[in-house]
């Protein structure tokens, strides 16, 4: 089902039949006509560069192209990646040219694609995601270091050698000895390629419309014809005289390690387009049109059928490429018919162009893929390797390559992302500080068995009697960490002490399936035992509440009754269900005063003499399985709470205006001075069902009237001129999803409507913000910057770059 048309209302005439009036539809969408032109005119200066990359006849990446386009682009799982020649398979390749000759380098393509098919056979695509990004983007930046050292020579006039540190012992003598023809063309290429998308002005702006490599090669081709200047040239034999593959020749080992290293980088790199593809269609803004999530083991058998293709016909190796993949999705295509499209247009190129394509200087290529390989070398990837603590990880990958070799570089990788993966396991530091009286005991990392000696004897440094404070700072603890520090507490308690497990970061996982020796803590009960922490770094005055914690192996309190068999027995335990209830409820609040209360007493206590300063103001339904505490992991005093039937916000003036929400609205913004305003919806909510249901006019009763304030956002939804909200990767599940969306969406229009917002907002002292929780997979959800599009929000409570602004 499409993101943005409700069942039923996509196709207003049958999808394959003729639409009314007589006029046939084509059989290409315009959107990817267009998207194919453009990936086209980026597809063939690259091609012709990687293949002089890597020293292959030059028609073999006019092959690759090609075959990438049709074959892939028909049997992929990714719709809207556009395969061929890339940049990340320029060193294996070389090296395989190098080693081998090329026309066994195109029986190891061809025992690639083989291999891809078997890996695809049996599903086993997702794996790859399982690599460390930090060894994927190494390896990518070690290609492009060794891509960008190499075609410097060519950019210079020279030749390059098939190593990276002869490349660079070579660089002095090459420049000493500078092709003046070749060094100015290959300027001319870089300047036009840096300056060509930052033209100024609404003519730059159409301008820009044209890809910026091939005004960079079309220009100094054309430079180089009118000033007739001698230099290497683009030289495309007859298609007759053109190598297909060969039986491979040589040692088996070597041809095996060959065919893993061409299999590896291809289906790592494509696996990993397709993902990059899923969320560039995901994000991009506007109706989306029914473009379905990429079959990723489909994906890889395409990938295998095309490597397999081209290795037969003498072409390079191929995998998904990010820059024509980004350009097909960018131009607005709709279907795999634009990758498809593309390549038939290098076929047309490669048997009608051939003069034009003869006047390309090969300088002018190689600065075209110089520029590529330095592209590949991201700082935004170093940045975030840098922040996750995995700089090492990328360093001795990125090292690897460059100076090993592509397989060896990614072995040396995982193997440091293992070692440094299972330092962090067993590094735990534990202290013992004694402040006035308080012993503190803090513990920094994961709580392993390799770590409870030095735990036990830090915990028996407290004196009998005393009162202790251990400080949980990890994320895991394993059972023997939890029955040590659980035997030390249950001893020390008993010896008259006292001990509080507290923490300042995430929750503590525990391998126990529960962490009481008694009864399962029931809802507002905090187990004594729980070393659980609250999320986030909070103020050294703030509560430490375990808003979670609680909800543990939660159940109904209430028994499953059968149906009655009479209105007597009916009444009878109806009765029953309620002096149940009753009971549940007395001894949930003898469990919040007998554990929780002694807790949150000194909190509650500041609360009470300081007054109440919450920073945000949260908007949400009654529906009982939403526990705000819980999803925002707040305590008191942290949410200035608004709850009704269907998280409404009546819109000034409304005819059946309701004043309750409108008095909080005011008060949170005018007297606590919020930051911040959530609206926040949830799946499955009944009042949205009610909507969808109800009939026109709506009942006479107080929910009927109450509902009223929710039919703008059935107007927006039958509104197809509007955009219509939805999540990040995924369409809606049903309707009533899609009216929770609309929803959240529309209460912010009515937010922005009250005057105190508009004028907090108007003074940049407010945000607003739009939240969705999906119940069933206990995901929250928040609204991006565009208004349209819901992000999941990640554990470590980052989500997409773009969608971290309010709305």
């Given at each position: 089902m499409?993101?943005?048309?409700?069942?039923h209302t996509?196709?207003p005439?049958p999808p394959?039949?003729?639409p009314p009036?007589?006029?046939?539809?084509?059989?290409?969408?315009?959107a990817?006509?267009s998207?194919?032109?453009a990936?086209f005119?980026?597809?063939?200066?690259?091609s012709l560069g990687?293949?002089?990359a890597?020293?292959?006849?030059l028609q073999a990446g006019?092959v690759?192209?090609?075959?990438?386009?049709?074959?892939?682009g028909?049997?992929?799982?990714?719709?809207?990646q556009?395969?061929g020649p890339?940049?990340?398979?320029t060193?294996?390749t070389?090296d395989l040219i190098?080693r081998?000759?090329?026309?066994?380098?195109?029986g190891?393509?061809?025992?690639a694609?083989?291999?891809?098919l078997?890996?695809?056979?049996l599903?086993?695509?997702?794996?790859a995601l399982?690599v460390?990004?930090?060894?994927v983007?190494?390896m990518?930046?070690?290609?492009g270091?060794t891509i960008?050292v190499?075609?410097?020579?060519i950019?210079l006039?020279g030749?390059p050698?098939?190593?990276?540190l002869a490349n660079l012992?070579?660089l002095?003598a090459q420049?000493?000895?500078?092709?003046?023809?070749?060094?100015?063309?290959?300027?001319?290429t870089?300047?036009l390629l840096?300056?060509?998308p930052?033209?100024?002005g609404?003519?730059?702006?159409?301008l820009r419309h044209?890809p910026?490599?091939?005004v960079?090669?079309?220009g100094?081709?054309?430079t180089?014809?009118l000033?007739g200047?001698?230099?290497p040239?683009?030289d495309?034999p007859?298609?007759?005289?053109h190598?297909?593959a060969g039986?491979?020749e040589?040692?088996a080992?070597?041809?095996?390690a060959?065919?893993l290293?061409t299999?590896l980088?291809?289906s790592?790199?494509?696996?990993l387009?397709?993902?990059a593809?899923?969320r560039l269609v995901?994000a991009?803004?506007?109706?989306?049109?029914?473009?379905g999530?990429?079959?990723?083991?489909r994906e890889l058998l395409g990938q295998g059928?095309a490597?397999?293709?081209?290795?037969?016909l003498?072409?390079l190796?191929?995998?998904?490429?990010a820059v024509?993949s980004?350009?097909n999705v960018?131009s607005?295509a709709v279907?795999?018919?634009?990758?498809m499209?593309h390549g038939?247009?290098?076929v047309?190129a490669?048997?009608?162009?051939v003069?034009?394509l003869?006047?390309i200087?090969?300088?002018s290529?190689a600065a075209?893929?110089?520029?590529?390989?330095?592209?590949?070398?991201?700082?935004?990837h170093?940045?975030?390797v840098?922040?996750?603590?995995?700089?090492?990880?990328y360093?001795?990958?990125t090292l690897?390559?460059v100076?090993?070799?592509?397989l060896e570089?990614?072995?040396l990788?995982?193997?440091?992302?293992v070692?440094?993966?299972?330092?962090?396991?067993?590094r735990?530091r534990?202290?013992?500080?004694?402040?006035e009286?308080?012993?503190?005991v803090?513990?920094r990392?994961q709580?392993t068995f390799?770590?409870v000696p030095?735990l036990?004897r830090?915990l028996?440094l407290?004196?009998?009697?005393?009162?202790?404070?251990?400080e949980?700072d990890g994320?895991f603890?394993?059972h023997?960490?939890?029955?040590?520090?659980q035997?030390w507490r249950t001893?020390h308690?008993a010896?008259?002490g006292t001990?509080e497990?507290?923490?300042?970061?995430?929750?503590?996982?525990?391998?126990?399936?529960?962490?009481?020796?008694?009864p399962t803590?029931?809802a507002g009960?905090?187990?004594?035992?729980?070393?659980?922490?609250?999320?986030?770094?909070?103020p050294?005055?703030?509560?430490?509440?375990r808003?979670?914690t609680?909800?543990?192996n939660h159940r109904s309190?209430l028994?499953e009754?059968?149906a009655?068999?009479?209105?007597?027995?009916a009444?009878e335990?109806g009765?029953?269900?309620?002096r149940?209830?009753?009971?549940?409820l007395?001894?949930?609040?003898?469990?919040?005063?007998?554990?929780t209360?002694?807790l949150v007493?000194a909190?509650?206590?500041?609360?009470?003499?300081?007054?109440?300063?919450?920073?945000q103001?949260f908007?949400t339904?009654?529906d009982s399985r939403?526990v705000?505490s819980?999803?925002?992991?707040?305590?008191?005093?942290?949410?200035?709470?608004v709850?009704?039937?269907?998280n409404?916000?009546?819109a000034?003036?409304?005819e059946?205006g309701?004043?309750?929400?409108?008095?909080?609205?005011?008060y949170?913004v005018?007297?606590?001075?919020v930051r911040s305003i959530?609206v926040c919806g949830?799946?499955?909510?009944g009042a949205?069902?009610?909507?969808l249901?109800?009939?026109?006019?709506?009942a006479?009763?107080?929910?009927?009237r109450?509902?009223?304030?929710?039919?703008?956002?059935?107007e927006?939804?039958?509104d197809?001129?509007r955009?219509?909200?939805?999540l990040?990767?995924?369409?809606?599940?049903?309707a009533?999803e899609q009216?929770?969306?609309t929803?959240v969406v529309?209460q912010?229009?009515?937010?922005r409507?009250?005057?105190?917002v508009?004028?907090?907002?108007?003074a940049?002292?407010l945000e607003?913000?739009?939240?969705?929780?999906h119940?069933?997979?206990?995901?929250?959800?928040?609204?991006?910057r565009?208004?349209?599009?819901f992000?999941?929000?990640?554990e470590?409570?980052?989500a997409a770059?773009?969608?971290?602004s309010?709305?």
């Amino acid at each position: 089902m499409s993101a943005c048309a409700p069942p039923h209302t996509q196709h207003p005439h049958p999808p394959h039949g003729p639409p009314p009036g007589g006029r046939r539809r084509l059989p290409v969408a315009s959107a990817d006509l267009s998207a194919s032109v453009a990936v086209f005119l980026i597809a063939l200066p690259l091609s012709l560069g990687i293949a002089l990359a890597t020293g292959a006849p030059l028609q073999a990446g006019l092959v690759a192209a090609a075959v990438g386009g049709l074959v892939a682009g028909r049997l992929g799982g990714c719709p809207l990646q556009v395969s061929g020649p890339a940049a990340g398979l320029t060193v294996v390749t070389a090296d395989l040219i190098h080693r081998y000759g090329w026309r066994t380098t195109c029986g190891i393509t061809v025992l690639a694609g083989l291999a891809q098919l078997g890996l695809g056979c049996l599903r086993v695509a997702r794996g790859a995601l399982a690599v460390s990004p930090a060894v994927v983007h190494g390896m990518l930046a070690g290609i492009g270091i060794t891509i960008a050292v190499a075609q410097l020579h060519i950019v210079l006039g020279g030749n390059p050698d098939s190593s990276v540190l002869a490349n660079l012992r070579a660089l002095p003598a090459q420049l000493a000895h500078l092709q003046p023809a070749a060094v100015s063309m290959s300027v001319l290429t870089l300047a036009l390629l840096l300056a060509w998308p930052r033209l100024p002005g609404r003519t730059g702006q159409v301008l820009r419309h044209v890809p910026a490599a091939l005004v960079a090669v079309a220009g100094a081709t054309g430079t180089a014809a009118l000033t007739g200047l001698a230099l290497p040239r683009v030289d495309l034999p007859s298609w007759r005289s053109h190598a297909l593959a060969g039986l491979p020749e040589g040692p088996a080992p070597g041809l095996a390690a060959a065919v893993l290293t061409t299999t590896l980088v291809c289906s790592v790199q494509s696996l990993l387009g397709a993902v990059a593809v899923d969320r560039l269609v995901a994000a991009r803004p506007g109706p989306v049109p029914r473009v379905g999530r990429s079959d990723l083991d489909r994906e890889l058998l395409g990938q295998g059928a095309a490597n397999m293709v081209s290795g037969a016909l003498g072409g390079l190796p191929v995998a998904g490429v990010a820059v024509r993949s980004t350009a097909n999705v960018k131009s607005g295509a709709v279907s795999r018919n634009s990758t498809m499209l593309h390549g038939v247009l290098v076929v047309v190129a490669a048997l009608l162009m051939v003069p034009a394509l003869e006047e390309i200087p090969l300088a002018s290529l190689a600065a075209l893929v110089m520029a590529v390989g330095i592209q590949m070398v991201s700082l935004h990837h170093i940045r975030t390797v840098t922040r996750h603590r995995e700089v090492l990880v990328y360093a001795a990958t990125t090292l690897g390559v460059v100076l090993l070799g592509v397989l060896e570089g990614v072995l040396l990788g995982i193997a440091v992302a293992v070692a440094l993966a299972l330092r962090r396991l067993t590094r735990t530091r534990i202290t013992h500080e004694d402040k006035e009286g308080v012993h503190h005991v803090r513990i920094r990392g994961q709580l392993t068995f390799l770590a409870v000696p030095r735990l036990s004897r830090s915990l028996h440094l407290v004196p009998q009697g005393a009162h202790a404070v251990v400080e949980l700072d990890g994320s895991f603890m394993d059972h023997a960490a939890y029955e040590s520090l659980q035997d030390w507490r249950t001893s020390h308690t008993a010896h008259g002490g006292t001990a509080e497990l507290t923490g300042r970061r995430g929750g503590i996982r525990t391998a126990e399936p529960t962490l009481t020796t008694g009864p399962t803590p029931t809802a507002g009960q905090a187990p004594p035992t729980e070393p659980a922490t609250p999320t986030g770094p909070p103020p050294p005055a703030r509560c430490r509440c375990r808003p979670w914690t609680p909800w543990r192996n939660h159940r109904s309190c209430l028994p499953e009754a059968a149906a009655p068999a009479s209105q007597d027995a009916a009444r009878e335990a109806g009765g029953d269900t309620g002096r149940e209830a009753g009971r549940e409820l007395a001894r949930g609040i003898g469990s919040f005063q007998r554990n929780t209360a002694p807790l949150v007493r000194a909190e509650l206590a500041r609360l009470a003499r300081e007054g109440q300063r919450p920073a945000q103001l949260f908007l949400t339904c009654a529906d009982s399985r939403l526990v705000t505490s819980m999803i925002t992991a707040s305590g008191p005093g942290d949410l200035f709470v608004v709850r009704n039937v269907g998280n409404l916000v009546p819109a000034p003036g409304e005819e059946y205006g309701d004043d309750s929400v409108a008095a909080a609205v005011e008060y949170a913004v005018d007297v606590l001075k919020v930051r911040s305003i959530t609206v926040c919806g949830h799946s499955g909510c009944g009042a949205m069902q009610a909507l969808l249901t109800a009939e026109p006019g709506g009942a006479a009763t107080p929910l009927g009237r109450w509902l009223r304030h929710g039919l703008p956002s059935l107007e927006r939804l039958a509104d197809e001129r509007r955009a219509r909200p939805r999540l990040a990767g995924r369409a809606p599940a049903d309707a009533v999803e899609q009216l929770c969306l609309t929803n959240v969406v529309q209460q912010l229009e009515h937010l922005r409507a009250h005057a105190p917002v508009a004028r907090a907002l108007a003074a940049g002292e407010l945000e607003l913000h739009g939240m969705y929780f999906h119940v069933g997979e206990a995901q929250a959800y928040l609204l991006g910057r565009t208004g349209t599009v819901f992000a999941d929000v990640r554990e470590d409570g980052s989500a997409a770059e773009e969608l971290r602004s309010p709305v």
